[in-house]
């Protein structure tokens, strides 16, 4: 069983930036892509970035291309989503997730994911 914990979520102003964490339990966890997906108010949960687990691929949502970095640290068993330019389109719950195949090669779709956080708020405000 794997458990992801994000933290970092908070309320900030347009143009600043954010960096959120995801700690996994378990010791497989580098074995493992990761993604981080967002959820705005009324909307359907979408895709934000993944990371493969040896950090050779990474892969970005056109809205936050050259905004946000993705990076995972093994050791730690931790992803991170570093975000700046923020614009308060970005507000939203921020999930990571994680999928049970090395290899995965697929769309990052949400119904792919394994296992989920429960999310961390990001408020940004004009």
């Known amino acids: 069983q794997v458990q992801l914990v994000e933290s970092g979520g908070g309320l900030v102003q347009a143009g600043d930036s954010l960096t959120l964490s995801c700690a996994a339990s378990?010791?497989?966890?580098?074995?493992?892509?990761m993604g981080w997906f967002r959820q705005a108010p009324g909307k359907e949960r979408e895709f934000v970035s993944a990371?493969?687990?040896?950090?050779?691929?990474?892969y970005y949502a056109d809205s936050v291309k050259g905004r946000f970095t993705i990076s995972r640290d093994n050791a730690k068993n931790t992803v991170y989503l570093q975000m700046s330019s923020l614009k308060p389109d970005d507000t939203a719950v921020y999930y990571c997730?994680?999928?049970?195949?090395?290899?995965?090669?697929?769309?990052?779709?949400?119904?792919?994911?394994?296992?989920w956080g429960k999310g961390t708020l990001v408020t940004v405000s004009s």
């Open positions: 990371i493969s687990w040896s950090r050779s691929r990474t």
């Open positions: 378990g010791r497989t966890f580098s074995t493992y892509p």
């Open positions: 997730a994680l999928v049970r195949s090395p290899a995965y090669s697929g769309s990052w779709r949400v119904a792919d994911m394994d296992y």
